[in-house]
Structures are given as C-alpha cells and as structure tokens.
C-alpha cells in the first residue's frame, strides 16, 4: 500500500450503468435517466460515455443543467449528438422539458442523459412529458464490500487484496459506507502515510485517526 492511487477504475454496478446507458442512447432521440446519491460515481460514468461501444461515431458533451438550461435553445444547431446534463436534481421548473424539446428539435434529433441525486426522480414524476420521454433508466448504489475490495485495490495498484491489507480496506468500506468518492479519498491519505512508514502496515486504527483528522466533526 505504498502507491499512490491511481484514477478510478469502474465498478461493476458502474459498469452495467454504462452499458444500460449507452444502449438507450445509441439511436438519435433516446433519453436516459442515471440517478443515485452523492459520490457514487455518476460522473464517473458519465466521463466514460463517449467512450462506449455503442458512441464512438457519436459527439457527447457534459456540462451540468444550468448550463444546457442557458445555452441549449441559442445553440441549437450545434449541439452535439448526445447531450449529457449533469447535476440534473439542481434543475428548476421546466429546465429539464425546454432542453427536452429542444433536443428533440435538432436534426437528427439528440439523445439526453439526465444524471442526478434523488431530486431528480421527483422532478421527473411532476412533468408526465417528462416522464414519458425517459427510456431507460439506470441506477448506482454503494458498493458492496467485495465491489470496494475491488476498486481500492485498482486504485492502490495492486490485483488483489492480502491479509494485511484486508483489515484497513474493510474499515474504510465501513467508514464510506461503500461510497466510492469517500472510500478514494481515505485511501489517498492511507497511501501517504504508508509511503512515509514503508515497514509498518497500514491498521483499522490509522485508517480511523485519518477519518478523525479528515472529519473533526466524526470525532
């Protein structure tokens, strides 16, 4: 545990998103939902998009909802074959059907991805043209504890977890609640302290102290 971290790789449950996403995005119109709560990697996905199978002969451009709410409608004609609106909880009240309508009226018409807390499905259920647009919609969770084995141990690059490691992964899974952001962020600051003590493993306790300094208010 004496790396870095390298950048996230995707977990399963971010794998299948991808893939659920991509698929109902592939043919020009399509409109797909992603929600999930703070720091389980929908940007993450998202950043992978163009990337996908499905969109690689395809324009995609992230920006969150103001953004589209503001610059949509002037730049019809050059918006890109799929547009992704991040942040889309943060939407106000008729954002997320003017960028609809407007995508809609592009030639060939753009695929949308809505992406977003839990808001987003409120929003979504008060405007039945909304609602009806929607195609698929696909959902992250926290990972299980295997899943964050899993990811921490790519990120720390190594291809699998030993004994020593095990004890300190699994507490940091408990403090994250197996929310990918925070479990990185605890195992960037676990591979700074290993790098300074290379012959002392890293323990629950250090992994607990590094919370505790974090997050005075977990104290």
């Keep these: ?8 790789t995707l977990t399963p449950t971010q794998q299948a998103a991808l893939a659920k996403i991509a698929c109902g995005i592939s043919q020009p119109g399509g409109v797909a939902l992603l929600c999930g ?12 998009l163009a990337s996908a199978r499905q969109l690689r002969s395809l324009s995609v451009e992230v920006r969150d909802i103001a953004a589209w709410a503001t610059a949509a409608e002037a730049c019809r004609r050059d918006l890109p074959d799929v547009v992704v609106a991040d942040d889309a909880h943060l939407a106000a009240d008729g954002d997320i059907a003017r960028l609809l309508a407007t995508c809609r009226s592009r030639r060939p018409a753009a695929s949308v991805v809505l992406a977003g807390e839990g808001r987003l ?3 979504v259920s008060r405007d039945s043209r909304v609602e009806q647009a929607i195609h698929l919609r696909a959902s992250l969770r926290p990972c299980t504890l295997a899943e964050s084995f899993g990811m921490l141990a790519a ?31 605890l195992a960037s600051l676990a591979a ?4 300074s003590r290379p012959d002392w493993p890293i ?4 992994i607990e102290t590094i919370h505790r300094r974090l997050s005075p208010q977990a104290a």
Excluded: F
Aim: glycine share 6%; aromatic share 0%.
């Design 1 to 8: 545990m004496s790396e870095s971290p390298a950048a996230p």
């Design 37 to 48: 709560p703070q720091g389980v990697g929908k940007t993450t996905v998202l950043a992978h």
């Design 121 to 123: 499905l409120t929003l």
């Design 155 to 185: 990120a720390l690059g190594t291809t699998a977890v030993d004994d020593s490691l095990h004890p300190a992964l699994a507490t940091i899974h408990e403090i994250a609640a197996g929310i990918p952001a925070a479990m990185l962020r």
């Design 192 to 195: 700074v302290l290993a790098a």
């Design 203 to 206: 323990t629950p306790a250090d």
